[in-house]
């Protein structure tokens, strides 16, 4: 018998404890930092689903960009988990945003009368940033950004495309398994690879297109935490029949994490999505930590994120700079 899993994960190391309650902690400063100004009418909506636990750590986030473009419309996807005071706490700090709450959000989905969809939707919080981001956007451009992001020079190439558009992009993940610590994590992890929903859609990819008559590609390493396309790139009636088929295929295997992130891959890769410059945007891993003073922008993801606490470090360079006018 394994010992280990009669711990809660949240107790089994420093990364799984910082991840579970270190957010005020780490990144509380933030409310310190002076409000920005955010446009509701920008041709560009810039969207995240938000939790309780990672509420500080969005914050940075979204000023980290809004530092260097802040004509932006922010909107906020409650995952169910705000409180009152957290909600209170993002509109002083983002003044014209849009926050929708969950339970609207789940009455407006409703009206969709797509029992399948819903039962998608609700099966993992990451479906909301396909879903909503869908059903709520109101601008000519889409961007979707994950609350643990940082960026820390100006990201010249996204500005230029909020500004003037272009094809969809996405950010990636370096090549290779990402490096755990822990002998219950590295078997933890090899578990989660074998049924990995990417994988098993990747393995199935020709017939996946032969069947729905599409041209569905993804690159590898792609990553859902920051991507942007146009309004209407994603439709429901795509989405049902791609998730249709896939749930006959895998069934509940589609409930699972890495679903999301795969589903928004297939459509943006096959659309032209080009990826973001890997040397300035990527995925924070223990093989590439000693490079993540000269990005521009990093995603702090999983296992990863608090690796010798380079994440809490560079938000304090963050946090310099909001607090000196540009």
């Not at 957290?86 to 009206?111: S, T």
């Not at 909301?128 to 010249?156: A, G």
């Not at 295929?249 to 890769?269: M, S, V």
């Not at 990826?275 to 924070?284: A, N, Q, T």
């Amino acid at each position: 018998m394994n010992l280990s899993n009669l711990v809660p994960w949240r107790f089994r190391g420093i990364n799984p404890f910082l991840n579970t309650y270190g957010d005020k902690l780490l990144f509380g400063r933030i409310a310190k930092t002076a409000s920005i100004e955010t446009n509701p009418n920008a041709k560009t909506e810039i969207h995240s689903a938000v939790p309780h636990r990672y509420l500080y750590a969005y914050l940075f986030a979204i000023k980290s960009l809004l530092y260097y473009h802040s004509d932006l419309s922010v909107v906020i996807h409650d995952d169910g988990s705000l409180l009152d005071e957290d909600k209170r706490l993002i509109k002083i700090h983002l003044p014209n945003c849009r926050l929708i709450d969950r339970a609207f959000a789940n009455a407006e989905f409703e009206k969709l009368n797509n029992p399948f969809l819903s039962k998608v939707r609700g099966s993992y919080t990451s479906y909301l940033k396909l879903f909503d981001t869908t059903l709520f956007n109101q601008s000519e451009r889409i961007i979707i950004l994950d609350t643990d992001t940082l960026f820390l020079k100006e990201p010249k190439e996204i500005i230029d495309w909020i500004i003037n558009g272009g094809n969809p992009w996405y950010h990636m993940a370096p090549r290779g398994k990402m490096k755990v610590e822990k002998e219950f994590e590295i078997a933890n992890y090899a578990k989660l690879q074998d049924v990995h929903i990417q994988t098993l859609i990747i393995d199935d990819l020709d017939d996946i297109n032969k069947s729905l008559n599409k041209n569905y590609t993804i690159q590898q390493g792609f990553c859902s935490g920051f991507i942007g396309y146009d309004s209407g790139t994603i439709n429901f009636s795509e989405l049902e029949e791609l998730f249709k088929l896939l749930y006959e295929k895998f069934g509940d295997k589609i409930f699972r994490w890495g679903a999301e992130q795969t589903t928004h891959g297939l459509i943006l890769c096959s659309k032209g999505a080009v990826s973001l410059p890997l040397e300035d945007y990527f995925v924070f891993t223990h093989a590439n930590a000693h490079l993540a003073d000269n990005a521009k922008f990093l995603h702090f993801v999983g296992e990863n994120r608090f690796h010798k606490l380079i994440y809490p470090k560079l938000s304090n360079v963050v946090l310099k700079k909001l607090k000196t006018p540009r």
